[in-house]
């Protein structure tokens, strides 16, 4: 079956722009992640969600970030007012059922800000 | 925040070595589980402990789980050059709704 999906899987966009990721999860699954990786580290928590509701959003870095699943499937990462830092690859993974679960990765979304 | 602090950071090892990866932290996970990471891709679980002093076997792979539910290490026996990778662990704690991963550890298996 499908796997994990993202778009766009690369964002070039200006500085103060606003950027928006979307995550498609695999069809089922309660749970949704956000996550940003540097190369080479581990993955930084952003937020997550069981079914539409947002669990915890205290990984988001700051009040320009936010994410949404109205309908408990299909998610979008917002990123206001886009700053250098922010470049990164956005990464989004779903589990069956609840945080200790596996979780399965999508492909990641590279957001350069110039 | 990253709650869990893997060492080595880097490892390179010729073929057939033996390797440790150490995860280590001062919080209580309910649970780890350990991911591997290739170039371009996202992480892909190899393995979860859940209770303490647990140890697991994958083929080549051994992982543990402390007693305490602190830390956990991976150790990999004849090291192969398909085990090539970025190896990380990830958890809940206990007491909070977030999900850390380690600081990763790249290894690299010289054939």
């Known amino acids: 079956g499908a796997g994990v999906s993202q778009s766009p899987r690369y964002k070039v966009t200006k500085r103060g722009q606003d950027v928006a990721l979307r995550c498609d999860p695999i069809s089922g699954h309660v749970s949704l992640y956000w996550y940003r990786q540097a190369l080479g580290q581990g993955p930084e928590f952003l937020t997550y969600?069981?079914?539409?509701?947002?669990?915890?959003k205290s990984g988001l870095p700051n009040d320009r970030f936010s994410a949404e699943r109205p309908e408990g499937s299909i998610s979008t990462l917002t990123i206001q007012r886009t700053e250098q830092r922010d470049s990164a690859m956005y990464r989004c993974a779903s589990s069956l059922d609840g945080i200790s679960d596996e979780q399965y990765f999508g492909p990641g979304t590279r957001l350069t800000v110039t | 925040t990253q709650l869990l602090e893997q060492s080595p950071q880097f490892l390179s090892i010729q073929e057939g070595e033996n390797l440790t990866v150490y995860c280590n932290s001062s919080?209580?996970?309910?649970?780890l589980q350990w991911y591997r990471q290739e170039p371009g891709e996202g992480p892909v679980l190899l393995v979860t402990v859940v209770t303490g002093g647990e140890v697991k076997k994958l083929k080549r792979l051994t992982f543990q789980f402390g007693d305490a539910r602190k830390d956990s290490s991976l150790h990999i026996t004849a090291a192969q050059p398909g085990d090539t990778g970025l190896y990380l662990c990830?958890?809940?704690?206990?007491?909070?709704?977030?999900?850390?991963f380690g600081t990763g550890t790249s290894l690299t298996v010289i054939p």
């Open positions: 919080s209580v996970f309910s649970s």
């Open positions: 990830a958890g809940g704690i206990e007491t909070g709704n977030q999900f850390y």
């Open positions: 969600f069981n079914y539409e509701a947002q669990q915890d």
